[in-house]
Structure formats: structure tokens, C-alpha cells
């Protein structure tokens, strides 16, 4: 089976999705793997994250993907929210696509609920260096890097780019003694069930963090991920046994800490089915926390090893067999968002110059709603807002559904050529005055916009464009030509 399934991984090294950003679902922000989209900033309403193919370390977006890793990441989650909905109600809706989360939208308490149950990662490297009392709490002298805690404990951070560490006192003037209680208590519990189900997979829970948000009632709800591996840490309680070894080494007194120790013998090391696989490679590689530049490539036996233990710690610890795409994840995961209704599969995006040109915007969008077209209105100035314009046309760039850009710009059009240098999407200028037009044919080498000056061959020409993407579109165009040639026909036959 490990060949098997690595040999599926290799052949699928590009079948990846580097972003989750799809226009058509409305407000976006982009994290570290998620990108989350806001149909509606109401309470309640859906939002939609797409779980992409990126990996991060060390606080950086490394630049190579790893095949299946979102779909690994959603499913992990499905199985996780299904085994705690008795503890705690959380968030999540029916989704259209393994690599689709769709939950309903809670008001986030901003605090990164960290439960830990072994002396592991941050909390071992701070006692080892001397620390004893961590996120307000105080430990006792002879603990030992992946010693089992007695009790799980809770060492809260703030939810920031980069976490900083928090007291439950810190927690209580957040969020309220009442909700600090709660939201402590219930982690705790869900991490015990998500130990209890670990056990019997043959596997250790050693740490986890969560999220929580609260509805328009103040129910607190759990929201986001739970117990995946780009959240937690797991090993095999086999591996596990290298403990006790570790345990009769340090015994001898020979060493200053397990750290030490693991230098003079790396075999004793714990391996972790987690992320730390990929910490591991760049340590191995000359990159860590408080490194500079960019981090080093992952080689593709390094992705295929990534992407392997991914999968094999889902089959283990759920006990389902994981099923491959069997083709394009990035035209299933659109083809399953328009099914669903969520997009129509298709884009343009109105780049106008001032917003004294809404008029003519306006224009545009009403010739391509006639087309059953999607669009959205952004205003940027080339000549006062360069940079921005480029920033919105890469955005841009990295959508995963067909795009088309219209610039809208009256006199010297600059912004035509800024976007259609920058874009990889179709540009297509079209002035608010149409007397007004040479500039937009006068670009230079680079940019490669096209001009149409009226607004309802703009939506035709987008149209066609689009006619393969977006289904019905193609029949609406045959449908505008023949109402044009009965037209002409009836007057033809009135003479």
C-alpha cells in the first residue's frame, strides 16, 4: 500500500491548489493554508473556507504544496466535529467539496485554545532553558521533554500572526470569567475525547489547539479545525515506547536535559505523525524560528513523504479508507461550488479609474447580468494609486475560477496597461467616453488589453469568452442572435 499510494502522490505533485481564493464568494481573507470567504459579516450567515495545498513552518508559506493535504486536513475535521457535537455544537454546514469547509459564521472570542497533555514543542524547550511558570502556570522540578502530564492543562495565545502567550487571567479580562471558564473547561474535555479516540487507533494525542465563537444567543460553539495534523500532534503509541528509554538515560545523570541527550543519540528521537515532519526537513536544511530569507524548497520525495503521512494518520485514527480525486482538484472543487449554487463558475471584475465613472460601471454590469454573468466593481487610480492597482490585479491573478478584467478610465488610460502588463486574466478596456479611446490602444510593449468601446459588446465579448465555463451562457448568446435575426426578419417581411 505505502508504494501504492506514493506512487498516486508522485503523479499528482502539480494537481494542487496553491490558493482557495474564488471571487464570486464574496468578502476573502486569506491565511496560512484557509482561505475564507464571507457570504455575510451577519451572525449566522455562511462562510466558506477552502482548505488549499499550502504548508507552513516556522511562520512562513513554504513554496511547494503537497498534493491532497487540504482534503486530508476537511476530512480530519468532519470526523473530529462528528465525535465532539455531544460535548459542544460547532459550526459546520454540508460542503460541496472535500476541500470546501462550509460553517456558519460565530463571532470569534480571538483566542487560540491550546490543551496539552505531554511535555512537548514550546513547553519543553522553555522548561528545558529554565522556565517554570508558563502561561501562569507552575511546574516542579524533574519534568522531562514528552513526559505525560498528569492533567491536561490549558496554555491559551493570543490569535495573532505570530501567538504570544496568554494566563487564564489574561483570558478572563478578554472574554469574561464566565465564557474563560467555559471555553477552558469544554477544550479540556474535547481533548480528552480526541485522546480516548487516539488510544484506540493505537496513537497518542499529545497536543492540540482550538477555536471557539459564540452565536447572536451567546452559545459558544466550536468553529474552524479540531484534531488535525496541521494543529496537532500525534505519535504511535509504539513509538512512544522510546520513552522509556530516554527515561533510563537521563536516570544516569550524564546529561543536562532530553535536547542534550537526543544530540548524542537522534535515534531516541520521537517521531510525530504532524507537521513537525516539515519543521524537521528545514531544520535538517539550516532554516528555523528567527531565520532569515526565505525558507529552502522542499525536494519531491520530501512533498511525497509529506503528503503520505498526512493520509496514513487519517486511515489510522479514523479507520476510513481515503479516497483520491480522480481528477483536476482545482475544476472539482469549482465544479462542486457551482452545483451546489454557491458560483456560477465565472467572473468579471470592473476596474474603474474614479468613482465618477459608477455610471458607465453600472452600464456594464447590467449588460453582463443579461448574460447570466457575475461581476464586481473595484475603484483604484493607475496614476494615484499605482500600487494598489497592481496589488488588485494579482489578487486577482491567483483566483481559481475563469476572470475577466474590464478597465474603465477616461482620459490617459493608464490603467489598462497596468493591469493587462500585470494580469493573466483577459483585459478589456472600455472608456466612460467613447470619443475618448486612443490612449488605450497606444500601450506599450507589455500590455495587452483589447478596446471595445460599447458597454453591451463588452458583456457579448465576455460572453463568449466565458461560454464554456459558465453553463447557460453559451445558449444566451445563441438566444440574443436569433432575437436580433427574427427581428430583422419580421421587418424585413413588413415591407
Known sequence: MINEYKKIIRDNLNNTLSTGFVPELGKHKSGKVRDIHFTSLE???????????????????????????GQVLNMFNEWAFKNTVDIIPNASLKSPHPNVLIQKYAKNIMVECVVRGYVWGSLAGEYEQGDRIICGLKFG???????????????????????????????????????????????????????????????IFIDTKYEFGVDDNGVLHLIDEANTPDSSRYCSIEEYEKFKSITTEMATGVYKNVSDLLEKKPALKIKEMSKQFVRDVLIEKGFSYGSTGAPPSLDDEDVVEVSYRYIELYETLTGEKFKFPGSSVRQGLIDGLRKAGYIKGGIAIIMAGSDSDMLHVDRIKNELNSFGIPSSARICSAHKQPTSCEEIVKKYNSSLEPTVIIGVAGGTDALSGVASFHSVHPV??????????????KNPPGSSNSLI??????????????????????????????TKIDKLIKADEAN
Open 43 to 69: 451572525v449566522g450567515e455562511p462562510i466558506i473556507m477552502i482548505a488549499s495545498d499550502r504548508v507552513s513552518s516556522f511562520d512562513h508559506i513554504l513554496d511547494r504544496c503537497i498534493p491532497f493535504k
Open 141 to 203: 522540578e524533574g519534568l522531562l521533554r514528552y513526559g505525560k502530564l498528569t492533567d491536561p492543562i490549558f496554555t491559551p495565545t493570543t490569535k495573532s500572526e505570530h501567538d504570544e502567550a496568554m494566563t487564564y487571567s489574561d483570558v478572563e479580562k478578554q472574554i469574561g470569567e464566565k465564557l474563560a471558564k467555559e471555553v477552558k473547561d469544554i477544550a479540556i474535555k474535547l481533548y480528552k475525547r480526541g485522546a480516548e479516540l487516539a488510544e484506540k487507533s493505537g496513537m
Open 428 to 441: 478589456i478596456s472600455c472608456p466612460p467616453d467613447p470619443l475618448e479611446y486612443q490612449s488605450c490602444i
Open 453 to 482: 468601446l460599447r458597454p453591451a459588446n463588452v458583456a457579448r465579448h465576455v460572453a463568449q469568452i466565458f461560454s464554456s465555463q459558465i453553463p447557460g451562457v453559451k445558449d444566451k448568446i445563441i438566444e440574443k442572435n436569433n
